[in-house]
């Protein structure tokens, strides 16, 4: 069996956060109760109660409980879940626009939790930039003078920010409209603009809280595939928030699910389609083509006696839907390699039984409408 052969048109997910030990962003232990003597009910047998019951028998709300995770340098972290289920509070905590009530929050090995006002503001300033739903655009400020406008707090001098912000309004595609007001700007240009004035300053983190819900369908489906690009290009650390699971499973590196404050499960797109964690994850992902998530690594087998191990190689972490034609006009079994490390063969019959299963459940998913 000959080694292994990078395939060049793996996913996209392969490389993020290699290299780098210390994460981009650490969260532990995080939580953010509304309500009188809020502070008391940690450590105390009423952490413990669901949301509803803390509710009823204290009057506070348990908007995050107790949540713990990683980013990785260069990754897009997808935080998603149902209205109520604490993501927007959540990246506000990120960023202390809401004061934890326990728990730290570590952006680039800098405690923004314990950070003096004067430290948190160069925080904000230097190491994380935020997007919104409402673009907050300067009204009475041209394109150019909005995406500088972080540099000018920042100190920086006129020519150099506005030479700055000239390099991200060409990054973001808006070259030409820098001497227009954002009134004379469709609402996807608008973001972009939004977009433009958070790279400017060059930060370590970019947080994104729903940024394209408000716009139409395929004017969010542009800006959705405008991120992928533009973390292609500069390959920034991304905490992006949504309701929606096709936008986190197109964006995200991994994704973590919150419920009623909570995290119910966190994993990469495939890991939480194949391996839900339970009926709430069921349900959310039940109506995803398998093959447009699922990677080789779900597909593989072991080698039938006597199989031949000469055929094609790709790698783990390649799309179903992506390899498919390559499998399927293979006469041998492709090789699947997860780095150098062989773990076994996948064939036609293979590619063709999670295609057959998804059109089986997009069969019952139209019958079950039609009844």
Same mark, same amino acid.
């Given at each position: ?74 990754? +897009?972290?997808?935080?998603?879940? &149902?209205?109520?289920?604490?993501? *927007?509070? @959540?990246?506000? =905590?990120?960023? #202390? ?103 400017? +300053?060059?930060?370590?983190?970019? &947080?994104?809280?729903?940024?394209? *819900?408000? @716009?139409?369908? =395929?004017?969010? #489906? ?109 006469? &041998? ?9 062989? =773990? ?28």
């Amino acid at each position: 069996m000959s080694a292994p052969v990078i395939d060049p048109t793996s996913s996209r997910r392969a490389a993020r956060g290699a290299g780098s030990a210390e994460p981009a962003l650490k969260v532990e232990g995080l939580w953010k109760i509304f309500g009188p003597k809020a502070d008391k009910i940690i450590g105390s047998p009423d952490e413990r109660l669901t949301r509803k019951e803390l509710q009823v028998k204290t009057g506070c709300l348990a908007a995050v409980k107790d949540v713990s995770f990683e980013v990785s340098h260069g990754e +897009v972290f997808v935080v998603m879940g &149902l209205s109520g289920s604490g993501k *927007s509070t @959540l990246v506000r =905590l990120l960023t #202390r626009l809401i004061e934890p009530t326990a728990g730290t929050v570590t952006i680039d090995g800098e405690d923004v939790t314990r950070a003096s006002k004067n430290k948190l503001r160069a925080l904000r300033r230097n190491h994380m930039s935020m997007v919104f739903q409402q673009f907050g655009l300067l009204p009475h400020r041209k394109v150019i003078d909005n995406v500088a406008y972080g540099l000018e707090v920042r100190g920086e001098g006129k020519s150099n920010r506005l030479a700055r912000a000239q390099e991200m309004v060409d990054l973001v595609g808006l070259s030409g409209y820098e001497r227009s007001f954002p009134d004379q700007l469709s609402g996807g240009m608008q973001q972009r603009v939004g977009l433009a004035r958070a790279l400017a +300053v060059d930060p370590q983190v970019l &947080l994104f809280d729903e940024p394209f *819900s408000a @716009l139409d369908p =395929l004017i969010r #489906r542009d800006m959705q595939n405008e991120v992928c690009r533009l973390h292609e290009e500069v390959g920034k650390t991304m905490v992006f928030i949504t309701h929606d699971l096709q936008e986190a499973l197109k964006l995200g590196d991994r994704i973590l699910i919150m419920r009623d404050g909570e995290i119910v499960q966190i994993g990469t797109p495939a890991e939480v389609v194949a391996n839900p964690a339970d009926d709430y994850v069921r349900d959310f992902v039940s109506e995803v083509p398998r093959s447009h998530v699922l990677t080789l690594r779900y597909v593989v087998r072991p080698p039938h006696e006597g199989e031949s191990l000469d055929g094609p190689v790709m790698q783990a972490n390649r799309i179903v839907r992506d390899a498919a034609r390559q499998v399927l006009h293979s006469t &041998l079994p492709v090789r699947v390699f997860d780095g150098d490390q062989f =773990l076994g063969l996948v064939d036609d019959d293979d590619i063709l039984r999670v295609v057959v299963a998804e059109e089986a459940a997009d069969a019952g998913a139209g019958k079950e409408r039609g009844s």
